[in-house]
């Protein structure tokens, strides 16, 4: 057994503990426990990272073969760790000037990364089920976390029932896998499907298995949540989900599809194409009449996961490589704009469309980044997000799925259309108050990294679309 | 000696109960109850299988499902009773301040 394979989930466990031990010391001083902590939270996210680049290069599994470590996996890590710092970040401009106690939502974070760290490696069915629901479970706790906010309440609720509803979902399918397979460990169940792919409790067990991952996410017969969610929860939660759930949902279907799931390779295209015309075209016709910013992301994020899906369509190395460098653009563009969302949340103490008016005059560094994070999630060249959407769409043409990237690029347009309204919010309508929003450096540090990013990602695909190549070569 | 395919049937029967029961029950604690009804389910078919596979692993799994499913509706609850003392109701119908 190889237990070192884990030294980056051991890391974040390490600074759950930490984190959890200095709330046992009760400081009187606020401000000293906040620095505490958000050097330890700073010094946990650089040695997980450090060990991530340590153990990246190597494959191997652990605990008799249900974890898995390889480069696949460690690329989504990284994902995880970006979106995890981002939140933090993040959580600290949403609590600041809150009355409400900000502890727990910060150890409840650190336990849904180390959630979704066993999640992207689990090998075996059971330590994804448990490994899900260590991430569901924790977003449970952060969506609802203000609990005297009625609409937080409310987004908790619903996405706790359609949450604990997938889940059931997922075990029961996992249940008839076992019933027919007699194992649950992913190599096992994949010898058993090949023998006999006309199996009904095989392909009804990894039909479910498949829908509850649907769920995290957010393809269309399962997004119903998302803008109610998104809308209600607090802002860090929401971005958390978009980005992370979203790519951790789609890290666990391509990897049940592509190790356990063999048989359903001749009907992939058909089932993932239907998906992802009806998921993009939910997002993208939905996002046109909203009026809030966070519900609007939410329906934003809905065609996200339809582009996604396109690439798991075309499928084969190509198409998870796109998918891959989809969603590490995707990353940096969400958490830019949630960033941006979270600080203008709290200046204009509104989410609501119409209290951008006048943005761009009253912080032009705020409005500018947000004009750059908005083209990238439309696809606009030269920047990461036109890339990764490229990458899909041409993935689906070498495949023969054109209809499906023409689909593709009509929802580019819809997508420009309410993106852009919200820059003409915050630039041309005028503003109800004058007085200029200051930054705090860390966020506006992290703006400017994030944007960066964004444009080097966009002119430079070179070293991300190597590093993506590479990962998705270890899934065949 | 009853054949194992009974228990499926038995517990496909179940989680159909559960499902319908999150479809057409407007009260939140009869939710929290059919979801419990749909895991309860799944525990029958590891048992089950795990009697056909002449294997423990799948009991061991039924008690992991049983801990996740109590951690999940304690969670469920907390949220409910906030719900409870902002709104006086636990009927999903009068949820609806987020839509459009």
Redesign the interface.
């Known amino acids: 057994m190889n237990l070192l394979l884990l030294t980056p989930e051991w890391v974040v466990l390490g600074v759950l503990a930490l984190l959890t031990f200095f709330e046992l010391f009760q400081f009187k001083d606020e401000a000293f426990y906040k620095k505490v902590r958000n050097l330890l939270q700073l010094g946990g996210l650089l040695a997980a990272f450090a060990a991530l680049l340590c153990i990246e290069p190597k494959a191997g599994t652990a605990f008799g073969g249900t974890y898995i470590s390889d480069p696949f996996a460690a690329f989504f890590k990284f994902i995880f760790l970006l979106a995890a710092g981002a939140v933090i970040q993040m959580s600290r401009e949403f609590f600041d000037q809150r009355l409400e106690r900000s502890h727990e939502f910060f150890l409840v974070l650190w336990v849904v990364l180390a959630g979704f760290f066993l999640l992207v490696s689990a090998n075996d069915f ?1 330590v994804l ?2 490994a899900l ?1 260590t991430v569901t ?1 924790g977003f ?2 952060l969506n ?1 976390y203000l ?1 005297n906010d ?2 937080v ?6 996405y ?2 359609l949450g ?2 997938a ?3 997922l ?2 399918g ?3 896998i ?3 397979a ?3 460990l992913f190599p096992d169940v994949r010898a058993s499907f090949v023998n006999d792919p006309q199996n009904p ?1 095989l392909v009804t067990g990894a039909l479910m298995v498949l829908a509850g991952l649907f769920f995290k996410a957010g393809v269309f017969p399962f997004q119903l949540w998302i ?2 969610v998104y ?2 929860a607090p802002t860090p939660a929401a971005a958390f989900l978009s980005v992370a759930s979203k790519a951790a949902g789609f890290a666990a279907i391509l990897r049940v599809l592509y190790t356990v799931f063999l048989p359903l390779e001749d009907k992939r295209a058909l089932l993932f194409g239907t998906l992802a015309l009806l998921t993009l075209l939910y997002g993208a016709l939905g996002a046109l ?4 910013i966070k ?1 609007l992301f939410g329906y934003s994020s809905i065609s996200h996961a339809g582009y996604l899906l396109i690439g798991v369509a075309a499928g084969r190395e190509v198409g998870v490589a796109a998918i891959l460098f989809y969603l590490s653009a995707y990353a940096l563009t969400t958490l830019t704009i949630f960033l941006v969302i979270a600080i203008a949340g709290r200046e204009l103490g509104s989410d609501r469309i119409d209290a951008y008016r006048g943005l761009g005059r009253r912080s032009p560094f705020l409005a500018g980044i947000f004009f750059l994070a908005l083209l990238s999630s439309a696809g606009v060249p030269p920047l990461a997000g036109f890339t990764g959407k490229f990458l899909v769409l041409l993935a689906a043409v070498r495949q023969g799925l054109t209809p499906l990237a023409l689909v593709g690029s009509l929802a580019v347009a819809i997508s420009l259309y309410y993106y852009l309204a919200i820059v003409r919010v915050m630039y041309f309508a005028p503003p109800s108050r004058e007085e200029p929003i200051t930054l705090c450096p860390a966020s506006k540090g992290m703006l400017l990294a994030l944007a960066a990013a964004l444009v080097a990602a966009g002119f430079f695909q070179g070293p991300l679309l190597g590093a993506a190549e590479h990962a998705a070569q270890y899934l065949f | 000696m009853i054949p194992a395919s009974h228990y499926l049937i038995l517990s496909a029967l179940l989680f159909c109960i559960g499902l319908l029961g999150i479809l057409i029950r407007r009260n939140i604690l009869s939710l929290l109850l059919s979801i419990e009804l749909m895991l309860n389910a799944a525990n029958l078919n590891l048992v089950a299988g795990a009697a056909m596979h002449g294997q423990l692993d799948g009991q061991l799994m039924a008690f992991f499902v049983m801990v996740i499913a109590a951690a999940e509706v304690t969670i469920g609850l907390a949220i409910a009773v906030l719900l409870f003392r902002r709104g006086g109701s636990l009927d999903t119908h009068d949820i609806q301040q987020l839509k459009g």
Do not use: C, H, N, W
């Open positions: 059971l089920f448990l629901e479970l449970y706790i609802a609990k009625p609409v309440i409310e987004a908790g609720m619903k706790f029932i604990s509803l889940s059931a979902v075990i029961f996992i249940s008839l076992y019933a027919a007699g194992s649950t409790l803008p109610d809308e209600g009449r909203q009026t809030q519900r």
